[in-house]
């Protein structure tokens, strides 16, 4: 079998409602960073038509569907998470027409396509936010305006109307002269909060889904969608949060307060999105919701993505991804593997028997996984612990999605310069912590975001070893707008794609495992060695099957645990081997003598 024809899940596991077996049960999604992909024109972006000329690639790697981060007409002061009209693509990224072709091709190929959805925000430059700056037109209630402190001159420091940080840096209020007022914007000031309050503004919002959905695009990762419902003055806090005003709320190191015990998993989010579900997806078939889940708990994640509340498909869950991280997420720690553990078994356990996981360890906000968890210390650990990474989060329950260039082992971008960044989210921080409260020196910030900024990830995906790594043309007078990874030479998709030996070759395998083997795509979830710092095992069992994944999430040699080697008790037999980063000869070997090699992964049928 081809690696997308795929089993059918059994129907018991797990429906939508709609469709009794959705096909993203066991499919794989792919994350597409747009302007970091591939630029077809030499002008150093990433770019529609690029993304089409490589889709022959995606389709041989297996994928379902590609998540395509946002292509809009943007003024890309948080690259394409600022909207300035929904209904047309930047310039940057081509045409509407090149759109058409990227989802007739794609669709052709077998591969849907999930659009970015950025409607907690939009640009300052949307006509939406521009009407609405005069006070008195229809959209003066479109967004959270909000007058002076009392008692204060408008405009002048200390005016604002609460001390929320924006997410960016400095206040999460900006003053505007024309309207005399503040409008809130949870993240740059040039992304004012849309006001979900009002019911034209959340109609606006399902018309322009529905325009694309009947364009042809198969569904939706909605960005930070649980922060649509707001308690903006304080009223009515979230249940199980203690205080009652936002005055309350403790000021951090940076002067400001956090404005997510009032925004995040608010109290008419679930009224919202079955709103939403209702007026754009309710006649529709076969497509996916994903929702960027700041503040869910595995607990509401069930509920959330339980068919019977007619919410979201799925969601991205967070708490796996501040495991090593201690306050700020520029305070990262090394990391201790059974919070790992108890992070994703909470979430697997959440989904036992309603609802459904969604399964990452990068995208375009997190650094490269293998630069955080995994050893790049030689050619030999980098390929393994990649291999090893990836087997456990694809042996997990849930659909995975693998961020470009995860799949060939790209890691961190390696920079040492503040010049070297793009990302403002970085650069923000940089200034705050470092030239405005002094919580960082410049070294160890530097240190701090060569760790975790959000750069890390976007740079251009590595091709071939030329001099742009085949993301733009290499005799282009236009460098790519974010440099290229100086370990192109040994990590590129030409090197990997023959190699059976490759990191490219494993995810393939990885993929064809979860469309071929029902166990993988539903078997139920079962944590073993708890508290064992190197070895994360796991059972997934489904019927009368069951198996065992092991992964060694260390560089050293390590004893088998006691709970994994009586699972083991029998030996390896190499025809059990499902999976393994690992010859089975030499598997058998170690495990005979109870040992486990440095990043040793597989899967076994027991
Ligand atoms: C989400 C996006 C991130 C963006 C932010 C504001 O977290 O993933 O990239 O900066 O929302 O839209």
């Known amino acids: 079998m081809t690696t997308r024809q795929r089993q059918t899940v059994p129907d018991t596991i797990h429906t939508n409602g709609a469709d009794p077996n959705p096909w993203w049960a066991n499919a794989v999604v792919y994350q597409i960073y747009p302007r970091s992909f591939q630029d077809s024109n030499g002008d150093g972006f990433g770019d529609l038509k690029g993304i089409t000329s490589r889709l022959e690639y995606l389709s041989d790697l297996g994928i379902d569907a590609i998540w395509l981060s946002p292509v809009y007409r943007s003024p890309q002061d948080d690259n394409g998470y600022d909207i300035s009209d929904y209904r047309d693509i930047d310039p940057l990224f081509g045409t509407l027409s090149d759109m058409d072709a990227l989802l007739d091709r794609a669709h052709a190929l077998g591969i849907k396509i999930v659009m970015d959805l950025v409607v907690n ?96 695009v198969d569904g939706f990762r909605m960005d930070v969608i649980t922060l649509i419902s707001k308690c903006i003055d ?19 190191e940076e002067g400001y307060s956090s404005p997510w015990p009032f925004s995040m998993d608010g109290p008419r989010l679930d009224e919202f999105l079955q709103e939403m579900r209702r007026e754009v997806f309710s006649s529709r078939h076969g497509y996916l919701t994903v929702g960027e889940g700041q503040g869910i708990s595995p607990r509401r994640n069930e509920a959330v993505t339980d068919p019977a509340n007619k919410e979201l498909d799925m969601l991205f869950l967070f708490d796996h991804v501040g495991v090593d991280q201690r306050g700020a997420k520029w305070n990262m720690v090394p990391l201790h593997l059974p919070d790992l553990k108890q992070a994703m078994a909470e979430q697997q356990d959440a989904v036992r028997s309603k609802g459904w996981a969604s399964l990452y360890f990068n995208n375009h906000d997190q650094p490269r996984s293998l630069s955080r968890w995994g050893d790049t210390s030689s050619p030999e650990l980098r390929v393994k612990s990649a291999k090893a990474l990836g087997l456990l989060l694809h042996m997990h329950k849930g659909t995975p999605y693998i961020y470009q260039g995860e799949e060939i082992g790209m890691t961190n971008a390696g920079f040492t310069r503040l010049e070297q960044y793009r990302d403002l989210e970085s650069i923000n921080a940089y200034h705050q912590r470092v030239d405005e409260a002094h919580i960082q020196d410049p070294e160890s ?52 794609s023959a ?43 489904l019927a009368n099957r069951r198996v065992l994944a092991v992964v060694n999430v260390s560089s050293k040699t390590v004893p088998l645990p006691v709970e994994t080697s009586l699972l083991l008790a029998n030996g390896i037999d190499a025809s059990r081997v499902l999976i393994a980063n690992e010859d089975s000869d030499a598997l058998a070997t170690y495990v005979a003598e109870g040992k486990l090699s440095p990043w040793t992964a597989f899967v076994y049928q027991i």
């Open 121 to 216: 925000h939009t640009s300052d430059e949307h006509a939406w936010f521009q009407a609405s700056r005069d006070g008195k037109s229809p959209y003066a209630d479109w967004y959270w305006w909000r007058p002076a402190r009392e008692g204060c001159e408008p405009g002048t420091p200390g005016a604002e109307p609460n001390r929320w940080g924006g997410s960016f840096g400095g206040s999460a209020w900006q003053y505007d002269p024309v309207r005399g007022e503040y409008y809130l914007h949870t993240f740059s000031k040039k992304q004012p909060d849309l006001n979900w309050e009002n019911p034209d503004v959340r109609h606006a919002v399902y018309d322009m889904m529905n325009w694309w959905m009947d364009r042809g």
């Open 445 to 496: 910030m530097l240190d701090s975001l060569a760790k975790v900024s959000r750069d890390n990830s976007r740079t251009p995906m590595q091709w071939d070893d030329s001099r742009f790594a085949g993301f733009t043309d290499s005799g282009a007078q236009t460098e790519p707008w974010l440099a290229v990874n100086s370990n192109k030479a040994q990590i590129n998709v030409a090197a990997e």
């Open 234 to 252: 304080g009223k009515g806090r979230l249940p199980g949060e203690s205080g009652s005003d936002i005055e309350d709320e403790p000021v951090g």
């Open 499 to 541: 190699d059976p030996g490759s990191v490219l070759s494993f995810y393939r395998r990885l993929i064809a495992l979860r469309h071929s083997d029902n166990v993988i795509a539903a078997g139920v979830f079962q944590l073993v060695d708890r508290d064992d710092e190197c070895v994360y095992a796991f059972t997934r069992s």
